[in-house]
C-alpha cells in the first residue's frame, strides 16, 4: 500500500475525470503483416477509448473440461466495478463448453491467448434496425470464445461465424483485428436484424506486405468470397443488403459492405482522419488526400514498420499538422508575436471544439486526434512463429492516455501480473491501483501540457529504451529455457513482467508527486 498521497494531485485527478465523464467511446487499431515490419512479426493494437470499461488485468488460465460440460455467456463483463463484481453482469445463456480452453491475458477485451492469436477492437455502430439486443454474443464475449478456443485468425473468424448463427449477437457494429504468427485479418460484423437470430459479416486477409488500420467506421468495401485465400463472409452477406434495399445487383454498382452497412461511417471525419494520419505517418510517399472519403484498404509501408514507431504514432495529436487541435491556443510572445500556450492541449473536452471552431467540431461528424485523455488501455501485440509460444507473443500494454503511458512487456506465457494491476480503479481513487499512478500523470500533464510532456517524456522513454534493449536478451534466455523446462520459463518471463511493470507504476506514483509539487500555484 502507497502510504504517502497527494492531495492536489488526488483532488485534480477527481475534478478532471468529472469533467471528462460521457466522453463517446472510440477505438483505434493498427495491423502489421509480417513482411511489413522489422523483425518478420505480425502485430495488432487496440485503444480501448472508454470511461466506463474496467481498469484491471487479469491472466486467465487454460483449462480441460470434462465432456458434456456448458459453459456462460455474459454481457457486462467490461464494465464490472471491480473484480468478482456481478452486478451488472447478466448470465444470457449456457452453451456447451469445449474439451480445452486456452489461456489467455483479459482486459476489458481479451487480447492475446498463449497459442499468440492476439485481437484488436473498433466500434463502428452501423446501422440500428440490424440489432437485436435479445440475442446471445456481445463483441467481447466473441473475443473471449475465440481466444479460449482458437489458434490461428482463421480459426477464429470461422468460430465466430458458427457462434453468431447459432445463438445470436447482440451487440453494435464492430470491427475486430486478428493477428497469428503467420496473417493478419480484418474482420466486421453486424446484426442481421432485430427481429432475427444472427450476424452479417465479412474478413478480409491484410496483405503479409502491408498495413490497416480501423478506426470506428467500417472500412470493407468490395468482397469476394470465393477467394478464400483472403476473404470470408457469411452467407447472407450480399442478400440481406439487397433485402433491406442497400444494395442493388442491378444497378451496375459493386457491392460495398461499409456503405450497405455503416454508410455514416464514410462521413464521419473522426475516423476518416485517423485513417488518413496513420498510412500518412507509415506510408508518406503515397501523398493521400487528408480530405478524402475513403483510402487504400491497406497500404505498403515506406520503411518496415518497429514497435517503437507504431508507440509513436499512438501517442500522435496531429500536431505540425493543419489539424492541430491546440492551433488556437495562443499567447503574446517576446516581440508582441504569438505562441503557443504551455497550457495548449489535444485533450480538451470534446464540447469544447464546437467552441473554438476546431476542424467542424467534435463527434462523430467532427474531429478527433488517435491519442485521447480518455483510453482506459493501449495494446500493442507481437505474435512470433519463430519463437515458442510463451515467448513468442507479446503484448506492449499501457494504462490510460497512450500519449503519456509507459508500455510495459507482458509476454503470453506469463501466469500472473502485478497485484496493483489487478485491482479497479474506475469507481473511485486507490493508490494501491496501479491504473491511478498513470491516469493521475496523464490527467495532470494535460493541464500544462506545453511543458509537462517534457517531464512525462523524461520517464516514459526511460523504460520504454529498456524495455527494447533488453528484448532480445530476455527471450534468448526463455526461449533456451523452454526447450529444457516449459514452466521454468514462463515462471522467468512472469517475474520479468511483474518486476518491469512494479517498477513502471511506482516510477508513475513519483512523477505525479513531482508534477504536483513542480508546478504547484502554476495551473
Not at 166 to 192: K, P, Q, R
Not at 327 to 349: Q, T
Not at 442 to 471: C, H, I, P, T
Amino acid at each position: 500500500m502507497r502510504l504517502r498521497g497527494n492531495i492536489v494531485g488526488t483532488a485534480l485527478a477527481a475534478a478532471i475525470a468529472l469533467f471528462f465523464a460521457g466522453a463517446l467511446d472510440a477505438c483505434t487499431c493498427i495491423l502489421v503483416g509480417k513482411k511489413a515490419s522489422i523483425d518478420g512479426s505480425t502485430t495488432t493494437s487496440h485503444t480501448c477509448d472508454s470511461r466506463e470499461d474496467r481498469t484491471w488485468l487479469e491472466v486467465v488460465a487454460g483449462s480441460k473440461h470434462k465432456a458434456g460440460a456448458m459453459c456462460g455467456v455474459y454481457s457486462g463483463l467490461r464494465f464490472m466495478k471491480f473484480p468478482g463484481d456481478t452486478s451488472g453482469v447478466r448470465l444470457r445463456m449456457m452453451i456447451p463448453q469445449a474439451r480445452e480452453t486456452f489461456g489467455y491475458l483479459n482486459s476489458a477485451y481479451p487480447c492475446m491467448n498463449e497459442h499468440q492469436l492476439a485481437i484488436g477492437e473498433s466500434t463502428f455502430g452501423g446501422r440500428e434496425e440490424l440489432r437485436n439486443k435479445n440475442s446471445v454474443f456481445g463483441c467481447e464475449e466473441l473475443c473471449r470464445f475465440a481466444l479460449e478456443r482458437a489458434r490461428t485468425c482463421r480459426e477464429a473468424i470461422r468460430l465466430i461465424g458458427g457462434l453468431v448463427a447459432e445463438y445470436g449477437y447482440n451487440d453494435g457494429g464492430e470491427c475486430l483485428m486478428f493477428a497469428d504468427t503467420e496473417e493478419v485479418w480484418h474482420f466486421e460484423i453486424a446484426g442481421s436484424g432485430s427481429d432475427r437470430t444472427g450476424a452479417v459479416w465479412a474478413a478480409v486477409r491484410v496483405p503479409d506486405d502491408h498495413v490497416g488500420v480501423t478506426a470506428n467506421a467500417s472500412r470493407i468495401m468490395e468482397i469476394d468470397p470465393s477467394d478464400t485465400e483472403n476473404c470470408m463472409a457469411s452467407a447472407n452477406v450480399f442478400d440481406l443488403a439487397i433485402e433491406r434495399g442497400w444494395w442493388d445487383p442491378d444497378s451496375g454498382e459493386p457491392f460495398r459492405f461499409c456503405y450497405a452497412y455503416d454508410p455514416e461511417g464514410r462521413r464521419s471525419m473522426a475516423a476518416r482522419r485517423r485513417e488518413w494520419r496513420v498510412f500518412d505517418l507509415l506510408a508518406p510517399s503515397l501523398k493521400l488526400d487528408p480530405n478524402s472519403e475513403n483510402y487504400p484498404f491497406s497500404v505498403k509501408p515506406d520503411t518496415l514498420v518497429r514497435i517503437d514507431r507504431l508507440m509513436e504514432i499512438f501517442r500522435d495529436t496531429f500536431e505540425g499538422t493543419e489539424f492541430d487541435m491546440t492551433k488556437f491556443m495562443l499567447v503574446e510572445g517576446e516581440n508582441g508575436s504569438f505562441v503557443k500556450s504551455p497550457y495548449a492541449n489535444p485533450f480538451m473536452h470534446y464540447d469544447m471544439m464546437p467552441l473554438f471552431k476546431v476542424n467542424g467540431g467534435w463527434g462523430k461528424m467532427g474531429e478527433r486526434c488517435i491519442a485521447r485523455y480518455y483510453c482506459a488501455y493501449i495494446t500493442i501485440t507481437q505474435s512470433r512463429g519463430w519463437l515458442p509460444d510463451p515467448v513468442g507473443g507479446l503484448v506492449w500494454f499501457g494504462w490510460d492516455n497512450p500519449a503519456m503511458t509507459a508500455f510495459v512487456p507482458l509476454y503470453c506465457g506469463i501466469n500472473d501480473v502485478p497485484a496493483s494491476w489487478k485491482l479497479s480503479g474506475r469507481h473511485e481513487y486507490s493508490e494501491d491501483c496501479g491504473w491511478w499512478g498513470f491516469n493521475r500523470v496523464a490527467d495532470l500533464a494535460a493541464q500544462k501540457w506545453g511543458y509537462m510532456k517534457a517531464d512525462v517524456d523524461s520517464v516514459r522513454v526511460l523504460f520504454e529504451e529498456e524495455g527494447f534493449r533488453n528484448q532480445a536478451g530476455i527471450e534468448e534466455k526463455a526461449a533456451a529455457m523452454h526447450k529444457k523446462n516449459p514452466d521454468a520459463a514462463r515462471k522467468f518471463l512472469t517475474k520479468y513482467s511483474i518486476d518491469y511493470a512494479e517498477r513502471a507504476t511506482a516510477a508513475y506514483w513519483d512523477l505525479g508527486d513531482f508534477l504536483s509539487w513542480k508546478y504547484t500555484g502554476t495551473f
